[in-house]
């Protein structure tokens, strides 16, 4: 008897740093650099990170004024915007886009919907503090993480079980 292994690639995260300055670091930068462009021109893995940066340039334009959203609502600051485009950047390929959208404090969320009692909403703001709550079945998990040059453990993981096509995770 016959057994079929399914293999899936491995998310791939993009870990551009601007602190290593050594002439190693900057190969291998310009090697991810690369890698990535190559990453964001694929149909399959690029068009859902294509996807979020458009719509994070539409909210930026959309935002940009107090009272945005007719009832008084903060302008977008350009330190939150910052913010969610590194977020962006390091959302692992292969995952579904989030709808993104802005709050009207000023922070910007970014919402998934994996079916099946499956979401995550994150949002993050001016300084850099991200907040979350997730549900996966019957478990919740919330909180606050501020930002350390990445996306926090706590938050990937909960990413990986709600964009997770078999149910069990």
Not at 114 to 132: D, E, F, K, N, Q
Request: include cysteine; aromatic fraction near 6%.
């Amino acid at each position: 008897m016959r057994t079929m292994t399914i293999m899936t690639p491995p998310d791939v995260y993009a870990p551009l740093s601007p602190h290593g300055v050594s002439d190693d670091a900057l190969r291998l930068q310009s090697g991810w650099e690369d890698l990535l462009r190559i990453l964001l021109g694929s149909c399959t893995l690029g068009s859902p990170h294509v996807r979020v940066h458009n719509a994070l340039a539409t909210l930026a334009q959309e935002t940009a004024a107090a009272g945005w959203d007719g009832y008084g609502a903060e302008p977008v600051s350009r330190d939150a915007l910052a913010f969610a485009r590194r977020l962006a950047q390091m959302l692992p390929f292969g995952l579904p886009a989030p709808d993104v959208s802005v709050d009207p404090d000023g922070e910007i969320s970014f919402d998934w919907d994996g079916g099946a009692g499956r979401h995550l909403s994150c949002s993050v703001g001016p300084t850099g503090i991200m907040r979350y709550a997730g549900i996966v079945g019957e478990s919740e998990a919330y909180g606050t993480e501020p930002w350390r040059d990445g996306i926090p453990d706590a938050i990937l993981r909960l990413l990986q079980k709600v964009a997770a096509t078999d149910r069990r995770a």
